[in-house]
């Protein structure tokens, strides 16, 4: 995810419950796997809410909890506090009794029925700090799924079924696969995770403006939504998508999954949010072209980095105790490291333009204290008690941790003779530890660095990530022949001369 900043004209489980397992609250998984089915319904009145309904089937005293966090914005948001009139019934429509177990848990009494039904409103909610959560408005509404939908404990893992009735003549987009049905068209997960990772736009037809491009047959939909008529260039606009995903492709050795939709909220609210087959942008008709290629190829990689490569404590998820990881300046730094190199392979930039921007990222690196004061890792395991989604006592791990990658990139081509670089451990950890392999741990991600380079590079990967020492731009840019201005150094070597150029012609 990404907040939208302009600097220098670039913009830049089972979960406790009241001191006991909430296992204990609800039944054993059943055997076999049943689906789960929600139904989604805007209410446009007044004040507006969303219905939702969810079918439980052969659950005895199901355990029903809501998130208090939302995967990518790392700051409490306790969603629970926007749920109203929750209740429950058998298949017949007789009420069952519900309590409140605490704030984000709900306990239904069931009394040996088969099925339960559990209704219940969800007003609309202020945004977090990457994305809108609930917002309804007379011609649109939009849905994150951890912001609306409850779980029951114990079942996360089961398949989904995503009905919305939508208003008459409103159109509905949803990165799942759909079914049509008797009933009208259903969407399915393979489990929660996969739901709440899922935005749903329902929209009048005159407030969106789509397009669409195919990239190794795979159809690619933008979706411009709320001031459609303000962008004027939505072909220019997909254009550059398509070269992203291409370049990005091309580095991560192919592309994930079946569809995927880019949603840009124009003039909207908060900045960017990552879903595993979807990104939720914020999009401003003023801003560069280049402006806005940084910001969607930093949401794209993220489909890679953090979706499907991903620390072991960030999936599948505990909703209710937000994880610790030493490893966001990786998650976030990281993705920015590459969304700067695929803009630069897919020609949306140039060389010049792409050493700049590292210049500039240095000189403010350099000029913020914190750097002195705080490390990658700690910024990491500390963004909890900040609350900002961004770091920890003014150290940025987007900004470090984007600093961390340009210099293991070149340290892995110098160390390698240029024969590997940081894509090459990427595709590793792709390889290793996507889903449904667990998650890397801080070492591991340490340890494929050092598979890569066929040496061990601890001493300077623990540098970078645990202490507050200089980081060594001099050595690293000398690799490439480069001074600590980025500039070309008169008298270079051959070897630093071809490592440059392989770097930034993608080879």
Known sequence: MRIRRLIGGILLCYGLVGGMNASAYAAAPSSPRVTLTYCLRPILDNNPYLEVTLRVPKAQNPCLQMPVWCPGDYHVQNFAQYVSHLQAEDEHGNALTVRRSDENTW????????????????????????????????????????????????????????????????????????????????????????????????????DLLVQQFVVDGIVHRVVFFDHPQEVSEPQTLT??????VQAEGEIMGGLPYAQYIFYFDVDGRGGGLEHRNSARLVYYPEETLTDFAAFAAHEFFHLWNVKRIRPRVLGPFDYIHPPHTRSLWFVEGVTDYFAWLSILRAGLITPQQFLAHWRRAIQSYLANPAHLQVSAEQASWHVWDAGNSE???????????????????????????????????????????????????????????????????????????????????????????????????LGATEAAVQLRDDWLKGR
């Not at 254009?239 to 992203?244: D, G, K, P």
């Open 107 to 206: 306990q239904v009494q069931t009394n040996g029925v088969e099925d339960t039904v559990i209704s219940y409103r969800v007003s609309q909610e202020p945004p977090g700090i990457f994305c809108e959560n609930v917002q309804i408005k007379p011609d649109q509404v939009f849905v994150s799924g951890t912001a609306a939908f409850l779980y029951v404990v114990g079942e996360k893992e089961y398949p989904t079924r995503l009905e919305v009735e939508a208003p008459k003549g409103w159109q509905v987009i949803v990165p799942l696969v759909s079914d049509e049905t008797a009933e009208g068209i259903v969407y399915c997960a393979e489990d929660y995770d996969a739901l709440a990772d899922s935005p749903i736009l329902l929209a009048t037809p005159a």
């Open 391 to 489: 770091g920890y006592e003014g150290l940025s791990y987007y900004d470090k941790g984007a600093l961390i990658g340009l210099c293991l990139d070149l340290e892995l081509r110098y160390v390698t003779h240029n024969d590997r670089s940081l894509a090459d451990v990427m595709r590793l950890l792709l390889c290793r530890y996507a889903p449904p392999h667990a998650g890397y741990t801080a070492d591991e991600l340490r340890d494929a660095v050092n598979e890569v380079a066929r040496t061990d590079l601890s001493n300077f990967y623990n540098k970078l990530t645990q202490t507050t020492e200089e980081m060594p731009f001099g050595t690293c840019l000398a690799y490439a022949g480069l001074d600590t201005d980025c500039e070309p150094i």
């Open 239 to 244: 254009r550059i998508l398509q070269r992203i």
